[in-house]
Each structure stands twice: as C-alpha cells, then as structure tokens.
C-alpha cells in the first residue's frame, strides 16, 4: 500500500540521513511556500515538525516563507507551536465574509484577524527575540508602472508583469524588489537571489503587516502601503517573485527541508501559466522535500486538496465541511511523518534522486 506521504532527498540529504537519522540539528532551512488554503493538508503534519525538529534546537536555522508558508513559519516560531497551528487552522477554516464576493478592504481585515488569532498577544514578541528560529517573511516591494495599489492602475501594473516575467525572470525584476523582514540575527538568505533582495528586522510593530503583505493577493486582498523599517512601498504577496522558491545550489550548510504541497515547484506566481518554469521534483543535493503522495490525493473529497477556487464554487457550508475533511486527512500525513522520523529505517520509501 502506498504511504499516504510521498519523500524526495537529494543525494547528500539521503547520506546524512542514512547514516544518522533524522535530527533536528542536521536541518538548517525550513521553507513555507505560497498556496493559500493548500496549507491545511500540511497542517497536522506541521504540528508534529514543530514538535520533533523545531522545538528546543540548539542550533539557529532560518524560515524562509512566502504568504501563507509565512504565517505557518510565525506558527511554528511560538513557544507551543501546535497550539498556534490549531488556532491558525481554526481561525482558517471558519473565516467568514459578508457576501460571495467581499472587497480587498474585507478579506484584508479577516486576514489580519486570523493572525492576531493564531499568534495571540505575545507573539510577535516572541518570534522577534527567538533564540533560534529565524523566520524569513518575503514580501513583493512595486516598483515602476507597478506601483498601482488598485482599479487599472493595479492591472496595467500585473499585466506589464505578467509579460516582462513571460520574457524573463529578470523582467520581473524591474517591477518587484524583493522586501524579507527577517529576525534580527539573520543576515542573508538562502535561495534569494537577484531582485535587489534587502532585509529588515522584525520587531513587535512591523510583524503583523509584514505577514499581511507576504500574503496580500492582488485584486484579492488590500497592499500594505508601509511597513515600519522599511522604505518605499506598496508591498504585495512575497509569492510574486517566490511562489515556492528557486532552489539552486545551497548556499548555507545544513540539510533543506521543505514540506510542501506537490513534487513540482513553481519558482514565482506568474510562472503557474508557464510550464516550463516547473521542472518535475526540482531537487538539490541537501533537499528534502514532503509532499501529500498521488494515493493520498486521489482518496481525497473531489480528488484534491483545498484551495481558493472553493470560495467560488463551493457554498461557505460545503466549503467548510470539505475542508474540514482535508484537516482530519492531513493526520494521515502527520502519522506517516511521523513513523518514518521515528523508525527504523530512515529512508523507508524514500525517493533518492
């Protein structure tokens, strides 16, 4: 029977593990990708993560994110992690709006609600001064023609980006600096090169809207126009220019791991439309990279995890019933994490590649 978890290493990441076992202190990268309601299949497997491999490292490792993989990172940055991914999955899930198509001004203010739900009072202190978890928050600073913060200004702006990044990904460049607000003892970052990528410190003002603007869609969502510490402005959704990230060859020591949704990653958000952009299993040799497996999904309600076509489709009831199912599935992810971390053979169904 297939495992319900699907596990890529590169050849390095598979040595080590062979050899070791899994140990938190073998990791010094987490990634959170983009994908908005995605998230809640990884959810119950996050708790277990943040329990078995975040939870009293004594070595620093950095959480790069994107959008919701920010809000999962700050999450798993709390001192009890797998009660702030409850509070998040709770405050996910029954989300509400009032009407089927509510403003950017709306979904803006429930997103910031959910936040200050999942983190709580303490939070932001929290994440800011942690002794080891580094959270990375990407954002996308507009620049140029893109600069338009709504109506046809905001679409002159994505359909110029839409074709420069068609062009290239260079083209992007020109209309998106690449903003990360970052702990304080974090000073570069792996996999982020070009886009004139500048960091900025978090602290207790500027997290929340940082978190906000790393998930804020456009047309979908407001822009934030500032955030405190930096410069400069709107900043939208970090998945712009970091969708799930370009993984080129690791530029810090220690082994990479990235939970994610699917085996194929999408290097920015205007790349979806460009197939070639998506090279299957994308992989470095330090890379372990988790995702629901084909068994997993194919046993799923419609076939598939959720995402933010359920709002359109669905009435919030459904939409709401079917996540729910997705939640109670991802404990499946969770126990095949589980039993592999803690096994006897480490690399048990494991795809060496």
Same mark, same amino acid.
């Given at each position: 029977?297939?495992?319900?978890?699907?596990?890529?290493?590169?050849?390095?990441?598979?040595?080590?593990?062979?050899?070791?076992?899994?140990?938190?202190?073998?990791?010094?990268?987490?990634?959170?990708?983009?994908?908005?309601?995605?998230?809640?299949?990884?959810?119950?497997?996050?708790? /277990?993560?943040? #329990? +078995?491999?975040?939870?009293? =490292? $004594? %070595?620093?490792?950095?959480? @790069? &994110?994107?959008?919701?993989? *920010?809000?999962?990172?700050?999450?798993?940055?709390?001192?009890?992690?797998?009660?702030?991914?409850?509070?998040?999955?709770?405050?996910?899930?029954?989300?509400e709006y009032s009407c089927a198509k509510p403003s950017p001004i709306e979904v803006s203010e429930v997103a910031e609600q959910m936040?200050?739900?999942?983190?709580?009072?303490?939070?932001?202190?929290?994440?800011?001064?942690?002794?080891?978890?580094?959270?990375?928050? /990407?954002?996308? #600073? +507009?620049?140029?023609?893109? =600069? $338009? %913060?709504?109506?046809?200004? @905001? &679409?002159?702006?994505?359909? *110029?980006?839409?074709?420069?990044?068609?062009?290239?990904?260079?083209?992007?460049?020109?209309?998106?600096?690449?903003?990360?607000?970052?702990?304080?003892?974090?000073?570069?970052?792996?996999?982020?090169?070009?886009?004139?990528?500048?960091?900025?410190?978090?602290?207790?003002?500027?997290?929340?809207?940082?978190?906000?603007?790393?998930?804020?869609?456009?047309?979908?969502?407001?822009?934030?126009?500032?955030?405190?510490?930096?410069?400069?402005?709107?900043?939208?959704? $970090?998945?712009?220019?970091?969708?799930?990230?370009?993984?080129?060859?690791?530029?810090?020591?220690?082994?990479?791991?990235?939970?994610?949704?699917?085996?194929?990653?999408?290097?920015?958000?205007?790349?979806?439309?460009?197939?070639?952009?998506?090279?299957?299993?994308?992989?470095?040799?330090?890379?372990?990279?988790?995702?629901?497996?084909?068994?997993?999904?194919?046993?799923?309600?419609?076939?598939?995890?959720?995402?933010?076509?359920?709002?359109?489709?669905?009435?919030?009831?459904?939409?709401v019933a079917y996540w729910e199912t997705c939640v109670r599935e991802s404990e499946r992810l969770a126990e095949a994490f589980h039993?592999?971390?803690?096994?006897?053979?480490?690399?048990?169904?494991?795809?060496?590649?």
């Amino acid at each position: 029977m297939q495992s319900a978890l699907s596990v890529f290493m590169g050849s390095e990441a598979a040595k080590t593990i062979c050899e070791q076992g899994w140990q938190a202190a073998h990791f010094s990268t987490l990634i959170g990708a983009s994908g908005g309601p995605k998230w809640l299949i990884l959810s119950e497997l996050d708790k /277990v993560l943040g #329990r +078995a491999l975040l939870l009293e =490292r $004594g %070595e620093p490792m950095t959480l @790069l &994110g994107s959008s919701i993989g *920010t809000w999962r990172l700050a999450c798993l940055s709390l001192n009890d992690p797998g009660a702030a991914i409850s509070r998040l999955q709770q405050a996910y899930l029954y989300q509400e709006y009032s009407c089927a198509k509510p403003s950017p001004i709306e979904v803006s203010e429930v997103a910031e609600q959910m936040l200050r739900e999942a983190l709580g009072p303490v939070g932001a202190r929290q994440i800011s001064n942690h002794a080891t978890l580094r959270i990375a928050i /990407v954002t996308a #600073r +507009a620049k140029g023609v893109a =600069r $338009g %913060e709504s109506g046809w200004k @905001l &679409g002159v702006g994505m359909a *110029t980006a839409t074709v420069s990044n068609a062009v290239s990904r260079k083209g992007l460049g020109l209309l998106f600096d690449r903003v990360a607000f970052c702990h304080g003892e974090l000073n570069a970052l792996p996999f982020a090169d070009g886009f004139n990528t500048q960091l900025i410190a978090i602290n207790e003002l500027n997290l929340i809207p940082a978190l906000k603007a790393s998930g804020a869609i456009p047309f979908l969502m407001q822009c934030e126009p500032t955030i405190p510490g930096a410069s400069g402005g709107p900043f939208w959704d $970090g998945g712009i220019i970091d969708y799930h990230f370009t993984l080129k060859a690791n530029q810090t020591p220690g082994l990479v791991l990235y939970p994610h949704f699917r085996d194929r990653l999408t290097p920015g958000w205007f790349d979806k439309m460009l197939h070639w952009r998506t090279p299957q299993r994308s992989v470095i040799d330090q890379l372990v990279l988790m995702c629901p497996s084909d068994a997993f999904l194919a046993q799923l309600p419609h076939g598939k995890i959720p995402n933010r076509d359920d709002f359109r489709v669905m009435s919030p009831q459904g939409r709401v019933a079917y996540w729910e199912t997705c939640v109670r599935e991802s404990e499946r992810l969770a126990e095949a994490f589980h039993n592999l971390i803690s096994g006897d053979d480490p690399l048990r169904g494991v795809t060496v590649l």
